[in-house]
Structure formats: C-alpha cells, structure tokens
C-alpha cells in the first residue's frame, strides 16, 4: 500500500478527476475490496447517508468523507445503475492520510489530508436515480442520487 500511495502522490497527484480516467487506470489494478463496491444488488440494499436530490435549481452536490482508521487509505467512488450516464462524480479515486492528517515532510505548509471533498454533477434527462458508493477498505459512504 505504500509504494502505491507514494506513486500516485508523484504520478496524477494521488487524484483521477474523471469516471473514463478512473476506467482506463483501473483495468487491471483494481483491489477486490473496490470491485465488491461496484454490485449494484449488493450495495443497494445497505444502509445509504441520505439523498441527494438534483433539480432545476441544484446540478451539483459535494459530499465529504473523512478516514477514521490510523492508516493510508485509498478510495474509489462509483456511480452505479446509472445507464444514460447523468450524473458524474468528480474525484473518483484518491488516498486519505491517516485519522487527524499527516505532516508533509516536503511542505510543512501543505499537510495531508484525512478527509476528501467528492462533487457529484447532474446533466441530463430527468427522472433518473441512481446510487453513489463512496468506500475505502474499511468503510463505504452511500448516497441514493435522484433527479427530480
């Protein structure tokens, strides 16, 4: 986990942007805990954070997620029955310092963050709900996506 933590600080910044980057990426690297994240039937029936409802007035939402464990942790955030692709989520993979943040040894002025900040954007037909799951290792954050 480290090796790959320090090659995605010196490779994209430890951040893909993009659900296509994220795919092109991830083809053959991703970890068995984040392909159980993608099981629609699975994820659906767990408990969800809440619902982010996106209308006229309301095209993006941005959801946090902090790391409570003592260790890197990398995370994935998938979109998933969203067939006509409407909603994108911005930030889909990225690492998370350890519980309190990490000194950066570099730059003391630019310390590690334990927590992340993941945009959720609408575009598109409305009547679409899907579901946002948001998980490192240890934990998952799910929100039900909705556009009224």
């Given at each position: 986990m480290?090796?790959?933590?320090?090659?995605?600080?010196?490779?994209?910044?430890?951040?893909?942007?993009?659900?296509s980057?994220?795919?092109?990426?991830?083809?053959?690297?991703?970890?068995?805990w984040?392909?159980?994240l993608?099981?629609f039937?699975?994820?659906?029936?767990?408990?969800?954070?809440t619902?982010?409802?996106f209308d006229?007035e309301?095209?993006?939402?941005?959801?946090?997620?902090k790391n409570?464990?003592r260790s890197?942790?990398?995370?994935?955030?998938?979109?998933?029955n969203d067939?006509r692709?409407?909603?994108?989520?911005?930030?889909?993979?990225?690492?998370?310092?350890?519980?309190?943040?990490?000194?950066?040894?570099?730059?003391?002025?630019?310390?590690?963050?334990?927590?992340a900040?993941?945009?959720?954007?609408f575009?598109?037909?409305?009547g679409?709900?899907?579901?946002l799951?948001?998980?490192?290792e240890?934990?998952?954050?799910?929100?039900?996506?909705?556009?009224?």
């Amino acid at each position: 986990m480290g090796q790959q933590f320090a090659e995605s600080l010196y490779g994209s910044g430890g951040i893909v942007e993009s659900c296509s980057e994220l795919e092109e990426e991830l083809e053959e690297d991703l970890p068995k805990w984040a392909m159980r994240l993608q099981n629609f039937l699975d994820q659906s029936v767990k408990p969800v954070m809440t619902t982010l409802t996106f209308d006229c007035e309301t095209s993006t939402h941005v959801i946090s997620i902090k790391n409570d464990e003592r260790s890197w942790e990398r995370y994935f955030a998938f979109v998933l029955n969203d067939d006509r692709r409407v909603f994108r989520v911005s930030l889909v993979t990225g690492s998370l310092a350890p519980r309190g943040g990490a000194s950066n040894v570099c730059d003391e002025s630019k310390p590690y963050s334990d927590s992340a900040a993941i945009s959720v954007e609408f575009s598109g037909e409305r009547g679409v709900d899907a579901l946002l799951v948001v998980g490192t290792e240890a934990e998952v954050w799910r929100y039900r996506l909705s556009s009224a």
